[in-house]
């Protein structure tokens, strides 16, 4: 894990996560919402993009099913 990051607005997605990957490369793991989704650091460490991704989205999913629920 290296950073977060803020994206432009319009840009979709609030934050990104930027990772060094185990071959030593850097890059975009994830971008994500800030007032929907929670990441830390140990949530990226160790783990895949695919991994990361599908965290994100069940995380996502849990998020909008509290969202109807609460309506």
């Known amino acids: 894990m290296l950073r977060f990051e803020d ?4 840009s979709g997605p609030s934050r990104r996560a930027v990772v060094r990957w185990s071959d030593g490369s850097e890059g975009e793991a994830v971008r ?4 929907e989704v ?3 650091e140990g949530d990226l460490i160790g ?3 695919e991994q ?4 994100l989205f069940r995380r996502d999913r ?3 099913q509290d969202q109807r629920e609460n309506a």
């Open 32 to 35: 994500f919402y800030r007032d």
């Open 47 to 49: 783990r895949t993009r």
């Open 62 to 64: 849990d998020w909008l």
């Open 7 to 10: 994206l432009p607005v319009g």
């Open 38 to 40: 929670l990441f830390c």
């Open 52 to 55: 990361i991704r599908g965290l």
